[in-house]
């Protein structure tokens, strides 16, 4: 079992410009969640995503957006990026239901010039 | 909303010594709280799971209460080892989003 996959692991950009992140969640979960973590800080809870949909999203402006594939793969997408969105960009997967331990991949460092 | 305390920010200690990390939380209506350890420029590994209903897990030195009426959980790791160093992060689950504190640093001397 791989367990989860992020790619790509570095990326630099500027601002103004536009990024895609991928993750393949760990074998037989259903439910990726999406999280930033800015340096020396705990992740923050950007949104999920279950069976397609967008279920919940935490307090980011729509300049992130996302998607869920038919075979739960997800990725994340941010506009216009600002320097601010640098950061370690962490994906988790889960089954569905509470009482479900989150796995996290090993991130995307996204730095913003 | 929930909010994730972890005091301290940093903790230093000698090689061979027992610890215990601290975690605190504002709203006991949480499914379950987690325990993460990060390495520098890392993801998070998974240490230990406590569900709402129960109040301690234990993995080889590792162990982890949790008190929901008082708002704590708490990290105790037996004899460390340099190994043991990294950022160790608490989070409490609840409608399947977690909320992380900002994590302790440890640091273990040989």
């Known amino acids: 079992d791989a367990g989860v996959t992020q790619s790509p692991t570095h990326l630099i950009k500027t601002r103004g410009q536009q990024v895609t992140l991928r993750c393949s969640p760990k074998?037989?979960?259903?439910?990726v969640s999406w999280y930033q973590q800015a340096l020396g800080q705990g992740p923050q809870f950007i949104f999920q995503?279950?069976?397609?949909?967008?279920?919940q999203r935490g307090n980011f402006p729509d300049r992130f957006s996302g998607h869920q594939f038919p075979n739960y793969s997800s990725e994340l997408n941010v506009n216009a990026l600002l320097l601010g969105d640098s950061a370690l960009y962490l994906c988790a997967s889960s089954r569905t239901g509470p009482f479900n331990e989150q796995f996290f991949g090993p991130g995307t460092r996204l730095t913003v010039l | 909303k929930q909010e994730v305390t972890q005091i301290p920010a940093a903790l230093s200690v000698p090689e061979g010594e027992n610890l215990v990390l601290n975690c605190s939380f504002t709203?006991?209506?949480?499914?379950?709280l987690q325990w993460f350890r990060q390495d520098p420029g890392k993801g998070l590994t998974s240490l230990l799971l406590i569900q709402s209903s129960q109040r301690e897990q234990t993995s080889g030195r590792l162990n982890a209460s949790l008190d929901k009426s008082s708002g704590r959980s708490t990290l105790y790791i037996a004899a460390s080892q340099p190994g043991d160093s990294a950022t160790y992060l608490c989070a409490t689950e609840g409608a399947q989003k977690l909320v992380f504190g900002q994590g302790t640093r440890l640091t273990i001397n040989p």
């Open positions: 074998s037989g979960h259903d439910t």
């Open positions: 709203d006991s209506a949480i499914y379950n």
């Open positions: 995503y279950y069976e397609e949909e967008e279920r």
